[in-house]
């Protein structure tokens, strides 16, 4: 009976159990409690598993607890033993109790309803409980196999994937299995749980227990390895570090132990366990260590935009210093250490000069050899160069070029490279080390440079040329940058200085060059580069002066040969400069540079000094200022120059084409005031209007002087020419007060002499031979007809007559008469200028008892008609104002009474209506209609043509007032 009723107790418990697990009505009321007395609801020392799961249905558990009454009911009816389930060892006991096939699809329904509502751990106790009876029944729900090794494998999924694993039931449940099938479910947990290491260092202990359970020893050592790498994995991902490779493969555990030397907030105690675990030198764990320090920091130029040429401030790290130092303090092999350092000085990034100063410091402390240590204190003072320099230039193709060939990964050097030069190329000398301080090198740095050339073992004559160069080439390569929109003017020459300060400085940098030969082939470039104008003149000078000390303290022909040539060039380019400075920079003056003495003489033979009219101007060129320069540049004696061209020009010219003859002193006109001119200035003598120009360029006194000696010399050999030459400069370069103080006479007796000596040369030029005495003791009416009788065929002799009968009073109207006549043959022969004539005309027309001579008449008929039969139609501008010009003559100056019918038919033909209104209004034979005249020409013609030709001349009154009146109408 004891037996039967701890049968049916079991199957009360399994319902009470069971029930417990189902929905219960009131469980959100306050008044329900859940039992308490259950331990494992209290349990707090150890991770305890417990399913999460959701309540089971009544329905399935009803069922079975009444088939399972049914069939014990049934049993006992039956049993013919004392022993029955479940604590029977016999099966045949118990058989009789579950050969109800209802039972056996109960209870298997029910377990897959526990499952599927989560309770794995109440389902599998059930399975254990009834395995043996449910293994001797066919029929059964199988509890064992794949399906038992499937739902194990399920429930150590969710315990070793919980946030508490319970390791010891894990344990347990993998006893149920066989060793086999207990290993296979361990691999399956470590293929799904990957890399994640909580998970894989529960699933590590779990092996081991239960190798320590079974006796798998080897295995067991396995799952201790895997423990010790799940242990790092968990503790390296803190560091944010992958473990993966290396928990995969032993041989990856080196390159582990890189990437946690290289995370800024490792401890080195936990690299000391790493070594430790893995059985890894620390010695080389330290070395890596510190190399890996060494590597962990570089030099960050500042985010704000630094301008070149400003020194860049960069924060040391005094916490990878202190990191540094006591890594090498516990590193006990110095040899090692010091390999290593040799290594990394040469490896670690060229513009990082705090920690390359760090490592020369620590290798000068280990090296033993002497030399070597020096080499290395030199390297601490090429630093401490480097570290006060502010780099100007940025990173050349040479210089990024060894950066990408030293470091593959980069494709560029840092930021850092356009504040900092790199240091290896200055430390081992390289090749590409001058071509890096080339670029740096200018006026403003050449002085830095030259106080560390000792240091950096460079050549202070070759950084000064380098200096020179450089500058030179940015400045003219600014200039030429701006000067892109005006290229027209980029070869222009400079007359002003465009670089002063610039030219100062490269002679400052080039006076420091020791080589003379080095310091003049330097100006030498200078001179080449330099545009041409006044600055180049300026840097030949210092080239010139440069090759002349050179010669002086060498006595090589190289030396003197230099020298010559740097003098040629300099004079040559001085002589330009003045030219280009006085506005005389001609090619034919140019070509002639090379020969300055050449220049000069071509230089007085300006066309601007061949008209007294334009002697005065303000438009001239400073001829004399030009010439003081070329003198001041060739070495010459101005005044030693200037009189020998007086005494060459101040004679007249032996054939006497040169002479004027047509002026005399009544005409002529002292040029006191700069902007007064003469009618017949064009026609003056060119060798006597560059005479002026030289002595107004000479003292006044000592000209004045010398002009007296030549004009009043008695000296027969000196032609009246000659003196009338001298007087005529004298009064042209000298006031009143001045000649007479100088000479002691009036100004009118000089007047007198200069009047008297005008007609000797006249004279003496037409072949009469007199002098001033005879000349005025000659019978002025005699000359006259004397000149008239032999020399009337000749032009000049005429013009001769009319000034004596003008000056002398000759007024014979028949003498008068002849001669107009002629010179108005003369005229239409093409022998005599008009202006010639009209001069004549214009000094007589106040001569009232001449307008009878009918020659006058014609002579004016003939001046004021010789412009419209010269011209054609379309009309010329300069034959329209030719003709504009004779009208004013016949409106303003004209005399007698000139027939227009002429003139208003020569109108008509060159198509000039306006002009012949104005001609009609002077008609003094015919009276016409100017209204009517007008109004047949066309409105806008009419109107054109006025306005253009009042800009020309004064139309009369009248015509004024008729076109205004037709303006005022349109």
């Known amino acids: 009976q004891i037996v039967s009723l701890l049968e049916i107790g079991q199957w009360c418990q399994l319902g009470s159990t069971l029930y417990s697990q189902c929905h219960v009505e009131g469980i959100y009321m306050q008044g329900y ?121 399920n429930i150590l999924f969710k315990i070793i994937g919980g946030k508490k694993p319970d390791i010891p039931f894990a344990v347990s449940l993998l006893t149920l299995l066989h060793k086999k099938e207990a290993l296979k479910a361990l691999n ?74 290289a995370h800024p907030e490792c401890p080195f105690s936990l690299v000391y366990e790493y070594c430790e675990d893995f059985d890894l030198d620390i010695t080389e764990a330290r070395i890596l260590y510190l190399r890996t320090t060494l590597h962990s920091w570089s030099p960050e130029p500042p985010s704000e935009e630094v301008r070149p040429g400003a020194l860049v401030q960069v924060e040391p790290p005094r916490q990878i210093f202190s990191k540094c130092q006591a890594i090498i303090d516990e590193i006990s092999n110095q040899s090692h250490l010091q390999e290593m350092l040799i290594g990394e000085l040469d490896g670690l990034s060229s513009y990082n000069y705090e920690l390359l100063k760090l490592i020369m410091e620590q290798l000068i402390l280990l090296e033993v050899n002497e030399q070597r240590r020096q080499h290395l204190s030199r390297g601490l003072e090429v630093i401490d160069f480097l570290r006060v320099y502010p780099r100007y230039s940025p990173p050349g193709d040479l210089e990024i070029d060894e950066w990408v060939r030293s470091h593959p990964q980069s494709l560029c050097p840092p930021k ?18 001058i071509k890096i301080v080339e670029a740096e090198l200018n006026v403003s740095t050449i002085d830095i440079w030259l106080k560390a050339c000792q240091t950096l ?47 100062e400085n490269i002679k400052n940098v080039v006076g420091k060059i020791k080589h003379n030969e080095l310091a003049t082939a330097c100006a030498n470039w200078v001179v080449n580069r330099l545009p041409p104008g006044f600055d180049k003149v300026k840097a030949a000078e210092n080239c010139m002066i440069l090759a002349e000390e050179w010669k002086e303290n060498c006595t090589d022909s190289k030396a003197a040969e230099a020298y010559e040539r740097m003098n040629s060039r300099y004079t040559q380019l001085a002589v330009e400069h003045a030219l280009h400075k006085y506005g005389l920079a001609e090619p034919k003056y140019i070509a002639l540079t090379r020969t300055p003495i050449d220049l000069i003489f071509a230089l007085y033979q300006h066309p601007s000094l061949d008209s007294l009219a334009t002697l005065s101007t303000h438009s001239m060129p400073d001829i004399n200022s030009c010439v003081s320069d070329i003198c001041s540049v060739a070495g010459f004696r101005q005044v030693a120059i200037q009189l020998d061209l007086l005494e060459k020009w101040l004679p007249p010219p032996e054939s006497g084409e040169a002479l004027n003859t047509d002026e005399t002193v009544t005409d002529f006109k002292i040029a006191f005031d700069p902007v007064s001119t003469s009618e017949s200035d064009s026609h003056n003598d060119a060798s006597l209007s560059r005479v002026i120009y030289l002595l107004r360029c000479c003292p006044q006194n000592e000209a004045v002087s010398y002009l007296l000696n030549r004009a009043l010399c008695k000296d027969a050999s000196v032609s009246a020419a000659h003196c009338l030459r001298a007087l005529r400069c004298l009064l042209a370069i000298a006031d009143e007060k001045t000649i007479q103080k100088c000479c002691g006479k009036a100004v009118t007796s000089i007047r007198t ?50 000034d ?55 002579a004016w008929t003939t001046i004021i008609n010789y412009p419209f039969l010269k011209a054609s139609c379309p009309i010329s501008e300069s034959s ?48 016409h209609d100017i209204r009517a005249m007008a109004e ?35």
């Open 33 to 153: 409690a859940v039992d308490s007395s259950d331990p494992y609801n209290k349990w707090k020392f150890t991770p305890l598993y417990i399913d999460a799961s959701m309540p089971i249905e009544n329905g399935p558990v009803t069922s079975v607890l009444a088939e399972a009454f049914q069939a014990w009911l049934t049993s006992q009816t039956k049993k013919t033993g004392s022993n029955a389930y479940p604590y029977s060892d016999s099966g045949a006991d118990v058989n009789g109790t579950l050969e109800s096939v209802h039972l056996t699809n109960c209870l298997c329904s029910l377990m897959n309803h526990l499952r599927e509502r989560g309770h794995d751990v109440l389902a599998i106790c059930i399975s254990l409980k009834l395995t043996p009876p449910m293994k001797s029944s066919e029929s059964a729900c199988s509890t064992s196999g794949t399906h038992g090794y499937q739902q194990i494998l």
């Open 188 to 261: 399956e947990l470590i293929k799904r749980f990957g890399v994640e290491y909580t998970k894989l260092l529960s699933v590590a202990t779990a092996g081991k227990d239960f190798c320590t359970l079974n006796g798998l020893r080897e295995v067991g050592e396995q799952f201790s390895v895997m423990h010790k790498r799940s242990s790092w994995g968990k503790r390296l991902s803190e560091f944010s570090i992958s473990y993966k490779e290396a928990f995969k493969n032993a041989k990856a555990v080196g390159k582990v132990l890189s990437d946690l030397l």
């Open 416 to 433: 850092i490279s356009n504040y900092r030069l790199p240091f290896h190329n200055f430390f081992r000398r390289s090749k590409s080390m």
């Open 457 to 503: 073992k460079l050549n202070a004559d070759q950084l000064c040329i380098f200096a020179s160069q450089n500058t030179v080439t940015a400045t003219l390569e600014q200039e030429s940058n701006g000067n892109n929109k005006h290229s027209s003017e980029e070869n222009a020459w400079q007359v002003c200085s465009g670089n002063n300060s610039l030219l």
């Open 753 to 802: 002499f200069l009047q008297t000596i005008t007609y000797v040369s006249r004279l003496e030029t037409l072949g009469h031979a007199t002098n001033f005495q005879q000349f005025n003791n000659l019978d002025k009416h005699a000359l006259v007809e004397g000149l008239w009788r032999s020399q009337r065929h000749n032009p000049q002799a005429l013009t001769l007559v009319t």
């Open 804 to 858: 004596l009968c003008r000056d002398y009073k000759v007024m014979t109207t028949s003498l008068w008469g002849a001669v107009l006549t002629q010179l108005t043959n003369f005229l239409k022969l093409g022998q005599v200028d008009i202006l010639t004539l009209e001069r004549i005309l214009l000094q007589i027309k106040s001569l009232s008892h001449l307008w009878v001579v009918p020659a006058l008449t014609t």
């Open 880 to 927: 329209l104002s030719a003709c504009v010009h004779s009208i004013d003559l016949l409106l303003r100056h004209c005399p007698v009474v000139v027939l227009t019918a002429p003139l208003l038919k020569h109108c008509t033909n060159l198509d000039l209506p306006v002009l012949a209104l104005a001609i009609a209004s002077a008609d003094q034979v015919e009276s």
């Open 936 to 970: 047949k020409i066309p409105q806008s013609k009419l109107l054109y043509r006025y306005d253009k030709l009042k800009q020309m001349f004064s139309f009369p009154r009248h015509v004024e007032d008729v076109i205004e009146c037709l303006k005022e109408r349109v």
